[in-house]
């Protein structure tokens, strides 16, 4: 997973999965906003899907009808 911090006061290590919203633009990419957990402040960040989400991922893609896993 990769390691993120936060610009405004340097916290590290911010957590993907504690997403508060997630937008998938590949099977392997998203546009990501998270709060950190010190400061409160809201983080954007575009990053690769992180294996503990990607089952998430594809069964909310499959309910909504958004292709992805649709081999």
Do not use: H, W
Request: aromatic letters at 6%; glycine letters at 6%.
């Amino acid at each position: 997973m990769p390691v993120l911090a936060c610009p405004s006061c340097g916290e590290r290590n911010l957590d993907l999965r504690a997403y508060d919203s997630l937008m998938v633009l590949r099977s392997d990419l998203a546009f990501f906003s998270l709060r950190c957990p010190r400061c409160s402040k809201k983080i954007s960040t575009l990053q690769p899907i992180p294996s503990a989400l990607r089952e998430e991922v594809r069964f909310a893609a499959i309910e909504v009808g958004a292709g992805m896993g649709l081999d």
